[in-house]
C-alpha cells in the first residue's frame, strides 16, 4: 500500500552511461515532481507534470528527460550521466486543489556515477 | 541567495532538552509549510501554516507563523531520540514550484 515508489533504491553506475528512475504513485493525484537532493540536503525542484503535461522545467540540463505514460507515473531518463549528477533523486505527487498542498515524496534513488 | 534561510544549520542536543529552530525570509508568504526527512527517506508534510501569528501544535512539537508572514519556527519540547531527522521549510512559489529551505540537521542524543 505504498503511496509512492521509486526504482530503483540504489544506482550506481559509470560516467557517459544512460540510466532511468520509476516513479509510481497510487494516490489517484493529478501532479507529479521529480526533486534532486544534492550531498548538503539540499532539495530543489526539477520538474513538475500535471495530468501529463510538463508544467514546471526548473533548467535542467537536456541530458534529463522527463516521461509521463499517465499520471500515476513519472519516470526520469539521465543520458550520458556526468559526476555531478550523483545525489538522490526523489519523486513526489499532490492533488493541486489551490492553496499549499501537500506533497507525498518517495523514498529516494540514491545515484552514484563513479 | 536562498529564498529561504534555516538556522540553525546543525543542532545536537541531549534527549529531554528544548529547541528551536528558525525558517526566516525577507519575502511575504501566504502560507509555509514544514517537513521533517528521516534518513533513507523522503520529506513527510508536518504542518501547514497560514495565517500571520498562527500557532499551530503537534504533540511536542510546535509551529508559528511571523505576524508578517515572513518567518517561521519550530519548537520541540523534551526532545526525543525518534525527533531526529532533517527539517525542512518549505513555500510555494505559484500553484505547484514548492521550495525548499536548506534544512536544519537535528540530532538527539540518548
Known amino acids: 500500500d505504498t503511496a509512492v515508489s521509486q526504482t530503483p533504491k540504489y544506482l550506481v553506475t559509470q560516467m557517459g552511461n544512460d540510466k532511468s528512475i520509476k516513479c509510481e504513485q497510487n494516490?489517484?493525484?493529478?501532479?507529479m515532481y521529480w526533486y534532486k537532493q544534492d550531498s548538503k540536503k539540499f532539495l530543489k525542484i526539477m520538474f513538475s507534470?500535471?495530468?501529463?503535461?510538463?508544467?514546471i522545467n526548473e533548467t535542467v540540463p537536456n541530458r534529463f528527460s522527463p516521461k509521463s505514460p499517465d499520471k500515476a507515473h513519472l519516470n526520469l531518463h539521465i543520458n550520458s550521466l556526468e559526476l555531478g549528477d550523483s545525489a538522490v533523486y526523489f519523486c513526489a505527487s499532490s492533488q493541486v486543489v489551490g492553496g499549499a498542498t501537500a506533497q507525498y515524496f518517495g523514498p529516494g534513488t540514491r545515484l552514484t556515477v563513479l | 541567495t536562498q529564498l529561504l534561510e534555516q538556522s540553525p544549520q546543525f543542532l545536537s542536543i541531549q534527549e529531554g532538552e528544548n529547541l528551536t529552530v528558525y525558517c526566516n525570509s525577507s519575502?511575504?508568504?501566504?502560507?509555509l509549510q514544514w517537513y521533517r526527512q528521516e534518513p533513507g527517506e523522503g520529506p513527510v508534510l508536518l504542518v501547514t501554516?497560514?495565517?500571520?501569528?498562527e500557532v499551530k501544535k503537534l504533540k511536542r512539537l510546535t509551529f508559528q507563523f511571523g505576524d508578517a508572514r515572513k518567518d517561521s519556527s519550530l519548537h520541540i519540547t523534551a526532545a526525543q531520540p525518534g525527533d531526529t531527522g532533517l527539517y525542512l521549510c518549505?513555500?510555494?512559489?505559484?500553484?505547484?514550484?514548492?521550495?525548499f529551505g536548506q534544512g536544519t540537521r537535528l540530532t538527539i542524543n540518548p
Open positions: 519575502s511575504v508568504f501566504s502560507s
Open positions: 518549505a513555500v510555494y512559489q505559484g500553484a505547484q514550484k514548492l521550495v
Open positions: 494516490l489517484g493525484h493529478d501532479t
Open positions: 501554516v497560514v495565517t500571520g501569528g
Open positions: 507534470y500535471n495530468n501529463k503535461e510538463l508544467i
